[in-house]
């Protein structure tokens, strides 16, 4: 008899060929009663590789995030899904999002108990409630790791840039660069506290460096794109000498769409965040100016190693430090 392979196991387990690959090679994405019944399979025909002991168990890492339809947080999925082929095989790390706007379900998927989990990563804005929630699971002795935003000031690690930095930087651009003197403003989302952490830092530089070029306006486009839109529009009304732009948002591209239609505010220095195939056209037309990407990728990786450190399958402690954003103009792509 050979040695026994994929279908072999998929045969005895009951599951896809597709299903034992990811397992196997710790891929993610796979129930944990479907991990279970693999490995045992695997087992009993003898598969010659190593495989963890029975007795350790599935080790769950849930990562919750919102936002599925943006590229960010579509990119910062598609980071965990490749980076989680890298652990044990029994270690599982399971991917899914929630609605933004509703902190009731953010807390009751923080403090569900459906199935047992080592550890959890959160990508999700701040609340009382959500807070309270990773409060509670932490102080059962849950590791949480959040990361890009914090769901909490107090409790568990943070894996992210410096956004104070990023809104200093963007309002240096914007003053030392700008084609023209005028007032500025500023979009951002107000329930996240990076957003807010990149507004403080926006503002302060310009109240630290006065002169003609001054932040005179905030928006709160709540990373909506109509919203962000009819918010730029008013301003271009509202400040016809317009020079400067910092979203520290989403929704870039619907700030892009009223620009491009508006040739005569192609004088406006514009700073984003993420480099998608939107902001990146944008540069390439001299719409944006600068993009501060804050590599999602390096996030995922880092709270998935700090993760591991806490469950002891790593002897290597993370790095801890801010996680470097980079700085994207047109002549870098």
């Known amino acids: 008899m050979g040695k026994p392979n994929y279908r072999d196991i998929a045969r005895q387990a009951g599951v896809g060929t597709a299903t034992v690959e990811r397992v196997l090679n710790g891929r993610g994405g796979v129930r944990p ?59 599982v790390v399971h ?57 909490s000031n107090r409790s568990g690690e943070f894996v992210g840039i410096d956004n104070y930095a990023a809104g200093r930087t963007a309002a240096l651009f914007i003053s030392r660069m700008a084609r023209r003197q005028g007032p500025v403003v500023a979009i951002c989302h107000p329930i996240y506290q990076v957003h807010r952490d990149r507004i403080r830092g926006f503002s302060e530089y310009f109240l630290e460096h006065p002169g003609a070029t001054s932040f005179q306006w905030l928006g709160f486009g709540l990373d909506e794109e109509h919203h962000s839109a009819e918010l730029l529009a008013s301003a271009l009304k509202t400040y016809p000498d317009l020079a400067g732009l910092y979203n520290a948002g989403g929704a870039n591209s619907a700030l892009i769409e009223v620009l491009r239609r508006q040739a005569r505010e192609r004088n406006i220095f514009f700073v984003g965040h993420e480099l998608t195939d939107y902001t990146r056209k944008a540069l390439q037309d001299d719409i944006m100016d600068v993009v501060l990407d804050q590599a999602p990728e390096a996030q995922a990786r880092r709270s998935l190693d700090l993760v591991l450190r806490r469950i002891g399958l790593t002897d290597i402690e993370p790095d801890r430090a801010p996680i470097r954003f980079i700085t994207i103009t047109k002549e870098g792509l």
């Not at 029975?54 to 769950?60: A, M, N, Q, S, V």
């Not at 929630?98 to 999700?124: F, H, K, N, Q, Y």
């Open 33 to 91: 009663e479907l991990v279970e019944k693999v490995i045992i399979a695997a087992r009993s025909l003898e598969y010659p590789r190593t495989l963890p002991d029975t007795h350790r168990g599935l080790l769950r890492i849930e990562v919750l995030m919102v936002r599925p339809e943006t590229t960010f947080y579509q990119r910062l999925s598609k980071a965990f899904e490749r980076i989680s082929a890298t652990p044990d095989p029994l270690v």
């Open 95 to 151: 991917r899914s999002f929630t609605e933004e706007m509703r902190p009731e379900e953010i807390a009751r998927r923080i403090l569900s108990t459906d199935l047992p989990r080592a550890g959890l990563i959160l990508a999700v804005p701040s609340s009382p409630m959500i807070r309270a929630a990773v409060e509670k699971v932490i102080a059962q002795g849950l590791p949480v790791v959040h990361v890009v935003t914090r769901a």
